[in-house]
């Protein structure tokens, strides 16, 4: 009552033709709290507010999020539906024309229906995205194996976070990123953070890592560029790319040998010790030194405050996970909290910096090619047969898992996959190794994009449905916390843009698999199912209601029952998620990169994020202080690698791996390694440096190795341009 008294009071101070609308913003895992603007007389958003009353961030705002208000009336908006009739032109912006929504759905259904009559139900595939709902990502699982009945499902967190889930399932038995809330971080006594560049990606958790050493708490951050984060370290360890699992088992022999061990946690609530404990002997500091190049006493500095500290969290984030390794580099950081017993209760844990808005709901419930609803395996009958009985099909009707991400476009190459519906994502910049994966979406027979801007991925496609920003349309989405949060409607959708997940209602219909959807008629209604189809599994949000969200500002999962207030603290009764109730301490050997430097490609490139952009950009290259801020992608050198090349700084340079290249200008800077380069990948076209990222896989999570792979730097005759 208080609080609506005080929103009611702020709401006074505004126009009397305005009001404001309680929501998040539409980026990154911390969904920072905001308020939306909404000139009442146009019902059209104006302006944003940050939310002080939000626990999470307490009115701290990034500069994406001050300006994503700005994307939902940009004139780059998609509000018809369009169809290309010239398919010479794919590839291109070229060769489109508008359409109404009957003509659309019959140009999808009928190519559809072809492509399934001549080459079976598989022939057709999904590949979806995290930043929507957690109803729409749900019903995009329902959609692909009901509507369609296709295996071939996967999305973009593929790409972002399965390395963190095969990790966490590995280690706990179950994923979920953060096993603390984030208002517990500025208490702990160390954080140990690893690939994070976490003032640029995820700025508003910056106050309270500060918050940490202001109270005498240490920071270790581990990360081969000089990030801002790294700068204002107590330890910096600045390691070559690809190497952290070497780093994490040197860190755990340390913390072993010099009697930081809890062993009565080791003992009664883990398996897997001794194994590990010989594994990483040999992972003496200067053994360590050897392969991280990270100085032996910074690595037992390292140790030793995280081992002292009474309670500590170690985070990471894509840094350690896209990699060909990226499960074992996330169990093995994750060793050291089970090792320590710095697990299991406040203010201790381990937790993940979420790229995408729901990249935490967004692979529980069914997007992934082998999950259900509510984190249940494909792969397990039993799990199968509770979705089946809740959905109204057969076990027999339900499709086999299919493949991962990358691995399906290259099903594309071979024709085994003939359609494509895109929803969310844009991997014709967020995949590795792009001009193969470009030729496999321009090779397609057919491929419809769903989108509310024309990105380069939808270039490609035959059929382009404009679809609503978040801010036209409401559900919920789940922090990297595990918070369920709710998304509210501030907008009405702009010209004849439809969610997403009335697009496949009105598809399933005219698929003659209406009697699964038509009773979904609101976003309130497909909420109301999803919660009942996640109801006993892993992840269980049927006891979250909207409600219940927004009277207790999120609902930390699993939730079980109207009753359930929900579980902010994971294993605080030392009870995993493995049968024997143990966490398990995973002996990890060592694995270099899957591409070495050589004479030919001395160097290593790495990727990352920043401040300024969102993933692929699509979005964020169109706000225009944005762009200004960051006009263009850059490599950063190292004054002594710029030297040996010849190299100025600003000068354009020829960057290039074994699978593509690309020119950009060069950043001279003492924040990266000398055997080491760096390009943010939120650009399009030519200036994509997954054009040149390595596509190897981790066994596990099928996560391609963005972040180290041989290259090579040339100078160009013409400077500064």
Partial sequence: MQRDKFFKEVDNLHHPNETLVRTHCSYCGMQCGMNLRVNTKTNKIIGVEPRYDWPVTVGKMCPKGVTAYQQTNHDDRLLKPLIRDDKSLKGTKLGFREASWEEAYDHIVKNFQKLQKDYGNDSLSVFSGVSMTNEKCYLTGKFARVALGTRYIDYNGRFCMSSAAGGFLRSFGVDRGSTLPWTDIHETDCLFIAGSNTAECHPTSMFRIWNVQERGGYLIVADPR???????????????????????????????????????????????????????????????????????????????????????????????????????????????????????????????????????????????????????????????????????????????????????????????????????????????????????????????????????????????????????????????????????????????????????????????????????KTARDVADEFRGATKGGYADYSGATWEKIEKQDGVFWPCKSEEDEGTPHMFLDKKFYHPDGKAKICALPYRPPAEEPCEQYPLRLTTGRVVYHYLSGNQTRRIQFLRDMCPEPYVEVHPETAKKYNIEHEERVRLFTRRGEAVYKVKITEAIRSDTVFVPYHFGHKESINLLTNPALDPMSRMPEFKACAAQIEKQSIKKV
């Fill in 226 to 520: 000089e990030t801002p984060i790294a700068r204002r370290a107590d330890v910096h360890l600045d390691l070559r790319p690809g190497t952290d699992l070497a780093l994490a088992n040197g860190i755990l022999n340390l913390l072993i040998e010099n009697g930081f061990a809890d062993e009565e946690f080791v003992q009664n609530h883990t398996n897997g010790f001794e194994e590990t404990k010989e594994l990483v002997k040999q992972f003496t500091p200067e053994y360590t030194s050897e392969i991280t190049g990270v100085a032996p006493e910074k690595i037992i500095r390292a140790a030793e405050l995280y081992g002292k500290a009474p309670n500590a969290v170690v985070m990471f984030a894509r840094g350690i996970e896209q990699q060909h390794k990226g499960v074992d580099n996330v169990s093995a950081y994750t060793n050291m909290a089970l090792v320590t017993g710095k697990i299991g209760r406040a203010k201790s844990g381990v937790a993940t910096f979420t790229g995408q808005g729901n990249g935490q709901g967004g692979r529980e419930h069914g997007q992934k090619s082998d999950l259900l609803p509510g984190y249940r395996k494909i792969t397990n009958p039993e799990h199968v047969k509770e979705v089946c009985q809740f959905w109204g099909i057969t076990p027999e009707e339900m499709p086999k898992p299919g493949v991962s991400a990358y691995e399906m476009f290259e099903l594309m190459d071979q024709k085994i996959i003939r359609g494509l519906y895109l929803l969310c994502s844009n991997p014709a910049v967020s995949a590795p190794n792009l001009n193969f994966v470009r030729n496999a979406m321009k090779n397609l027979d057919f491929m419809v994009c769903s989108d509310f801007y024309l990105s380069e991925s939808a270039e490609f496609a035959d059929v382009i449905l404009p679809t609503v920003t978040w801010s036209e349309d409401e559900g919920t989405v789940t922090n990297l916390e595990g918070r369920i949060i709710k998304i509210n409607k501030a907008q009405e959708p702009l010209g004849e843009s439809k969610p997403d997940w009335q697009i496949q209602v009105e598809l399933a219909e005219r698929l003659g698999k209406g009697k699964y959807f038509s009773h979904l």
